[in-house]
């Protein structure tokens, strides 16, 4: 059976996209955003296919894409669309499928139903990307207790950019989840570095997730 993996975020704009590279590229996984909003010329897609091995065959189209750089459910009223999650045609695949989400938790996904909805509607275990800034430990903690409160299966956190322990380890007893990968800021992002960070974090993160490549 395809194992399927979501991709969250505490906040918009922390790193999730990074973090899907270099985690699909660390656990031999395909990579699917489902919902795109603006930057059309250089989506995310684009940009993790560039950056992993064999990267055309691993990135699946999205089942959405939209024109203006918003929140899904106000792109789509621009655009004249209804983002129904329930009707998407998921990607064809043998391996294990990270889907990426858009925003935090609870952003919208449409008029009213938020990423945190569609993540419990499929019953998606989650890997939730934090980033280390001033409020992170609170919008962290808020985002976990969201997806606990769901019953959703958060396998861990992925610690985007500078380094920070003493919150990582208040985050990490207080929600009583393991940091099952750091990624650093990348000063050259490139494939190189996506990849080399790759190996970097493979048998680590395979073994706290109990994973086999498929």
Known sequence: MQRRIAIAGIHTGIGKTIASAVLAEALAAD?????????????????????????????????????????????????????NYTG?????????????????????????????DFIQHFNLPVLLVSNNYLGSINHTLLSIEVLKNRGVNILGLIMNGAANPCSEEFIEQYAGL???????????????????????????????LNYENH
């Open 88 to 116: 998407f045609s998921w990607p064809a695949t043998d391996k294990t499928l990270l889907i990426e989400t858009a925003g935090g938790v609870l952003s919208p996904m449409n008029d009213n139903k938020t990423m945190a």
């Open 178 to 208: 393991p940091v099952v990968a750091r990624i650093p800021f990348f000063e050259k992002l490139d494939s190189t570095r996506v990849q080399q960070h790759a190996v970097t974090i493979r048998k680590s993160l395979s073994e706290i």
């Open 31 to 83: 990579y699917w955003k489902p919902v795109q909003a603006g930057s059309l010329d250089a989506t995310d897609s684009m940009l993790v296919k560039s950056f992993l091995t064999d990267g055309a065959k691993r990135v699946h189209p999205e089942a959405i894409l939209l024109k203006e750089p918003r929140s899904p459910h106000a792109a789509a009223k621009t655009d004249g669309l209804q983002i």
